[in-house]
């Protein structure tokens, strides 16, 4: 009988360990739905912005920014890396410590310095314990991603870069591709370069050169390329929000779906053991009667 109490006490455990996995899984489901219309709305603005940027750099050619110069030779990079705060979320984290490490293993040998900016309690704890000397800021970032986070953290990273303090900065963060797939990538972030016109924008050239900028493409570029950079910030940010939520979603899916299965093994370990169990008292009832008569 203890084995029965035994089993049917586990059976209790898994079932309490079912409802929190499931209640988990609608948690994640609603943030999701939030989250990833929040980075839907965000990207046609941030594609946007680079477009802008491209049909101004293209009205005046040597218009200068601080934030748009090419070092010559970079001997220092800041890499941003960006986790959540939480776990239980399967390999989301863990996925961009690895992408991090592999691609300063491709560029550390040529580089004097490295910085480590880290957003999220999950990249912090994974470079403390492998990188800890070259951790130059961390920070939370928090249940809910906020525009100003996002400024904040690039007015940084842009101090740093136009003073000559690094060279690079490259964001890791985890793109938010579908519910199921979240892709770790790497985007230099500074110095920030809009992408090349196309084929088809260059047989519009004539076009685009015709706008008449005011005041200056100068004074337009230095209120444009700081905000577009924060954009981009603003942006990695809600990819990885939207990302972690997916994956705690599919993680906690995945652990419902076991607990069940475990349940159901149990549950039959259980019925045999009781089985067993009246087996045995019959068979000792039986026993006695005959030894009796």
Same mark, same amino acid.
């Given at each position: 009988m203890a084995n029965l109490r035994d089993i049917k006490r586990r059976i209790g455990s898994v079932e309490n360990t079912k409802k929190i996995t499931s209640a988990m899984k609608m948690v994640a489901a609603a943030k999701l739905r939030r989250a990833q219309e929040a980075i839907e709305a965000a990207r046609p603005y941030a594609q946007r912005m680079r477009a802008t940027l491209e049909e101004v750099a293209a009205a005046q050619a040597d218009a200068e920014h601080p934030l748009l110069e090419v070092r010559e030779?970079?001997?220092? *990079?800041?890499?941003? +890396?960006?986790?959540?705060?939480?776990?239980?979320?399967?390999?989301?984290?863990?996925? *961009?410590?690895?992408? +991090?490490?592999?691609f300063l293993a491709e560029r550390e040998a040529g580089l004097d310095k490295v910085s480590l900016n880290l957003v999220g309690r999950k990249s912090i704890d994974y470079f403390r314990r492998r990188r800890a000397s070259q951790i130059v800021r961390s920070r939370a970032i928090g249940a809910n991603v906020t525009y100003s986070e996002a400024s904040q953290l690039a007015q940084e990273v842009s101090e740093r870069y136009a003073s000559g303090e690094v060279d690079e900065v490259v964001l890791v963060y985890n793109e938010f591709v579908s519910t199921m797939t979240q892709r770790p990538t790497v985007v230099a972030l500074l110095p920030f370069t809009p992408p090349e016109a196309s084929g088809d924008a260059a047989e519009g050239d004539e076009e685009a050169l015709s706008y008449e900028i005011e005041p200056s493409p100068e004074k337009l570029l230095g209120t444009l390329v700081p905000k577009a950079v924060e954009v981009e910030v603003f942006r990695a940010m809600l990819e990885s929000q939207a990302g972690e939520h997916a994956a705690r979603m599919t993680a906690m899916e995945a652990a419902t779906k076991n607990t069940e299965e475990l349940i159901d093994k149990l549950t039959l370990e259980y019925n045999r053991a009781r089985q067993a169990a009246i087996t045995s008292e019959l068979v000792e009832i039986v026993t006695g009667a005959q030894a009796l008569e």
């Open positions: 030779e970079v001997r220092s *990079i800041e890499l941003i +890396a960006i986790t959540s705060d939480r776990g239980l979320a399967g390999a989301f984290n863990n996925q *961009i410590g690895k992408r +991090a490490e592999r």
